[in-house]
């Protein structure tokens, strides 16, 4: 099976670039439920949230999403938002939830995607972002 690819032209000059592969150039676009799950995050200010895109070294999952907070109780209303919010979109919810009652990170299993919420200590002890600085990285306020 081949790899479709799409001439790119310039903007400079107008000549054309050697062809990218139109699946390497899609897969770095977090899709729908990983944005929904960005957008429960964000409604209840998560700190830091990050998307990477796992899918090319990790044969579990594509995407994995990071967020934050400064205390248990914002970990866990992130998580449920998140949750709420995938849902919205049309998505199921978590295939396994783990880490829900200590709230010190909490691991939402999608399938499509793994979300974790943090709380800012044990992410700073683990930092999945160095573990995986190698994969695209998206950054959200």
């Known amino acids: 099976m081949s790899v479709a690819s799409v001439p790119q032209a ?3 000059d107008g000549a054309m670039h050697a062809p ?9 676009v977090p899709p729908a439920l990983v944005r929904a799950a960005v957008e429960g995050a964000s409604e209840m200010s998560a700190e830091r949230i990050v998307v990477l895109d796992v899918g090319d070294v990790l044969a579990i999952t594509d ?6 907070a400064p205390n248990v109780r914002r970990v866990r209303r992130i998580a449920e938002m998140m949750e709420e919010h995938v849902k919205a979109a049309g998505g199921e919810g978590p295939i ?3 880490g829900l009652d200590e709230a010190q990170w909490v691991l939402l299993d999608f399938g499509e995607f793994v979300a974790h919420v943090f709380h800012e200590s044990t992410r700073e002890y683990y930092d999945l972002e160095r ?3 190698d994969v695209s990285r998206h950054e959200f306020s």
């Open 96 to 98: 396994r939830t783990e």
């Open 20 to 28: 990218k592969p139109i699946a390497e150039s899609l897969a770095s």
């Open 131 to 133: 573990l995986w600085s």
């Open 10 to 12: 310039s903007p400079a």
């Open 63 to 68: 995407w994995f999403v990071i967020a934050s």
